[in-house]
């Protein structure tokens, strides 16, 4: 539930992005992770600040997956760069048997697969090579997602706190857009404060110190990854309450395959384990 709560959280970033009309990528993201780094500092100093070599890489993962993204969404299309960055389960399937050691099963690559495809009906019609670099970052963003979702239930994490990376990461993204924050000042509107102040404390902030909770309790970073898919699922229901854009035919079924996939995995993931501890028991 806390990392389902996370992902509904963030699919409202592309709406509130839109609504900071005056500010471009590099001002929103210097805004947004200056709040949510401030954000989580206040809700979880007592949980301790102390980093190790290990957090600090955790750190510049996750400053470097956010970088990427808004690099991506800057020089391709959102639809590629939502797209690509959601390749993160296919890395963790094929890497957490290395990482942390979790045991690879034939129904989590059924599931991501299944979830792929929903996924590419959203973007029917618009998904384009666009330019390459572009494409490249968001390969990258999907990339360093799938490993900082790892490394979170990797053993050197639990000699520190959780959140510690967050707060390090979005404070170390917000020095180096320092000067696009600067010069947001004189253009910036009351609405694109609200708006950045929203996806600062809320869509990056509190959603993380959520998701960081779910993983460490419990939720393998598979499922999280996979309840993920998600976000860009809701991304096209908000905008069509909002702004009015009606989703196609093609991203209707793609959302109705993606939301069965997610629940029969969930349950079948669900009954496995009850199965495991009755046994066990």
């Known amino acids: 539930?806390?990392?389902?709560?996370?992902?509904?959280?963030?699919?409202?970033?592309?709406?509130?992005i839109k609504l900071a009309a005056n500010?471009?990528?590099?001002?929103?993201?210097?805004?947004?992770s200056f709040l949510a780094a401030v954000t989580v500092l206040v809700l979880t100093w007592k949980d301790g600040l102390r980093i190790n070599v290990f957090g600090a890489v955790c750190s510049a993962i996750y400053a470097t997956l956010l970088f990427l993204f808004v690099w991506a969404t800057k020089h391709t299309t959102a639809a590629n760069a939502i797209?690509?960055?959601y390749t993160a389960p296919i890395y963790i399937l094929i890497l957490a048997p290395f990482v942390i050691g979790e045991k690879f099963h034939w129904r989590d690559l059924v599931t991501v697969i299944f979830c792929l495809a929903g996924m590419?009906?959203?973007?029917?019609?618009?998904?384009?090579?666009?330019?390459?670099?572009?494409?490249?970052?968001?390969?990258?963003?999907?990339?360093?997602l799938g490993?900082?979702?790892?490394?979170?239930?990797?053993?050197?994490?639990?000699?520190?706190?959780g959140t510690v990376t967050v707060i390090y990461g979005n404070f170390l993204l917000a020095l180096l857009t320092l000067p696009?924050?600067?010069?947001?000042?004189?253009?910036a509107t009351w609405k694109d404060y609200a708006a950045v102040a929203f996806?600062?404390?809320?869509?990056?902030?509190?959603?993380?110190i959520l998701f960081i909770k779910g993983v460490r309790g419990g939720t393998r970073p598979l499922d999280a990854s996979i309840i993920g898919f998600i976000e860009p699922l809701l991304n096209p229901v908000w905008v069509f309450i909002f702004v009015g854009e009606r989703p196609s035919n093609w991203a209707v079924l793609?959302?109705?395959?993606i939301i069965a996939t997610v629940v029969v995995h969930t349950v079948v993931q669900h009954q496995t384990r009850s199965a495991r501890s009755v046994a066990s028991g």
Do not use: C, E
């Open 23 to 32: 500010l471009d990528a590099y001002q929103v993201t210097f805004f947004r």
């Open 199 to 208: 996806l600062g404390v809320f869509q990056i902030g509190i959603s993380y």
């Open 1 to 16: 539930m806390l990392v389902l709560i996370a992902v509904l959280l963030w699919s409202t970033g592309g709406m509130f």
């Open 147 to 161: 490993l900082y979702i790892m490394l979170l239930r990797h053993p050197k994490a639990l000699g520190m706190s």
């Open 83 to 85: 797209f690509l960055q």
């Open 120 to 144: 590419s009906l959203f973007f029917v019609g618009d998904l384009s090579i666009g330019d390459y670099q572009g494409n490249i970052a968001a390969l990258g963003s999907g990339i360093f």
């Open 254 to 257: 793609g959302g109705v395959i």
């Open 180 to 187: 696009s924050g600067i010069a947001a000042f004189p253009t």
